[in-house]
């Protein structure tokens, strides 16, 4: 393979990596991998990528691109340039073949799950937050600055969140549940409140649901705990941003 035709390839192949990130910023799904606080990085990153491939398709066939480097770059893998280019098409290919989705149930079973807001750090505003506007995150942080969990029990709650059980929980039990990401699905965390409904063995797992009703408090786990007493459990539309962000 001449080194026009496979600079020509790699550019083509660092103009689509820009694409897609920029597909994955434009249709919000670039949240389903990281924190929204470092979607810039991206977006520095499909520029970079696109300035990079111009360079590919401006630069004469005999002009190393990076220090002189280039024509050694080439007799390494003059004989097989393919494998170079399989290297670099990796990350599209699989960024194209896995479509893009958050995590759920399944990433629930190999990760420590948070029922009780220990390590969750709140702030005034979240503890005086109105009942009704409170997250799952936001229970779990007042749960966390309580001395006594019978504190919230009478108090009444509505959380979004997926179904989550297995073998450890009751019959009448599951956990209402997020994810929450410091940075991005590496760190996530797993955040839940138990609920108790009599129909619970009727859900599946990753199911949406919006879960009304009341707390008391009650052993979960060998733990003392709030659990939430539902009154109405309605299967829901998992929201456009599924994650909860610290």
């Known amino acids: 393979m001449s080194l026009r035709l496979e600079r020509a390839f790699k550019g083509l192949i660092l103009i689509?990596?820009?694409?897609?990130?920029?597909?994955?910023?434009?249709s919000g799904k670039l949240l389903f991998y990281i924190n929204p606080r470092f979607a810039w990085l991206t977006w520095v990153a499909a520029i970079l990528l696109t300035l990079v491939a111009y360079a590919y398709q401006r630069a004469r066939p005999h002009e190393p691109l990076q220090g002189g480097h280039e024509h050694e770059s080439h007799q390494h893998f003059g004989e097989k340039p393919w494998i170079a280019l399989a290297l670099v098409a990796l990350p599209l290919l699989l960024?194209?073949?896995v479509p893009p989705k958050p995590l759920g149930a399944q990433a629930v079973g190999v990760r420590e799950v948070n029922t009780d807001g220990l390590g969750l750090e709140g702030n005034e505003q979240?503890?005086?937050?109105d009942q009704a506007e409170r997250n799952i995150l936001d229970w779990l942080r007042a749960f966390s600055a309580a001395d006594d969990p019978g504190t919230f029990s009478g108090q009444n709650a509505r959380v979004v969140?997926?179904?989550f059980r297995d073998e450890s929980y009751s019959v009448d039990q599951f956990m209402v549940s997020r994810f929450i990401l410091?940075?991005?699905?590496?760190?996530a965390t797993v955040l839940g409140l138990i609920v108790s409904w009599p129909d619970s063995s009727s859900l599946s797992n990753d199911t949406w649901v919006e879960v009304e009703g009341t707390f008391q408090t009650g052993q979960f786990d060998g733990?003392?705990?709030p659990i939430l007493i539902a009154d109405r459990v309605?299967?829901?539309e998992a929201p456009r941003q599924p994650y909860l962000y610290p």
Request: aromatic fraction near 6%; charged fraction near 10%.
């Open 223 to 225: 733990k003392s705990t």
């Open 161 to 163: 969140g997926f179904v």
């Open 182 to 187: 410091s940075c991005c699905v590496a760190d």
């Open 234 to 236: 309605t299967h829901t």
């Open 16 to 26: 689509g990596l820009a694409l897609f990130l920029t597909h994955l910023i434009v």
């Open 126 to 129: 979240i503890l005086t937050r």
């Open 95 to 97: 960024g194209i073949l």
